[in-house]
């Protein structure tokens, strides 16, 4: 059996918790399980992003990005993080590629949050 499914989702209810080294724990075992899940590496990403490790939650993005190129939040996520990095180019490229993909996905509401996003990142 697959049990990566339930690994992720028992790390998200860690996440939700507080407990943070716990959900990266299920996060890390969901992968060892399967290695294709964008999922496990966006939510460890997710985690990672809120322990302010930015250089871990980038690298978790991306490899989500890889697995699943359509991954609008992965993109979204990974320029914020771009962006409190100090590297605005990638951040603005990043959010960019968001916005598009929600438009092509017909999510206006969410296309008009990133964009409202880059605006105030190129104003700062």
Not at 83 to 100: F, I, N, P, V, Y
Request: hydrophobic letters at 35%; proline letters at 1%.
């Amino acid at each position: 059996r697959n049990y990566a499914e339930a690994y992720i989702n028992r790390g998200i209810v860690y996440d939700e918790l507080g407990n943070s080294q716990q959900a990266i724990a299920d996060y890390n075992q969901a992968i060892s399980i399967n290695r294709n899940l964008a999922e496990a590496y966006y939510n460890r990403g997710n985690t990672y992003s809120r322990l302010n490790n930015l250089t871990a939650a980038i690298a978790d993005y991306t490899q989500a990005i890889r697995i699943n190129p359509q991954y609008i939040y992965a993109y979204a996520n990974r320029g914020v993080s771009y962006h409190s990095l100090g590297k605005k180019q990638e951040a603005l490229q990043d959010l960019q590629k968001a916005a598009r993909l929600f438009e092509e996905k017909g999510d206006q509401v969410n296309r008009q949050r990133v964009l409202t996003q880059i605006h105030k990142f190129q104003h700062q």
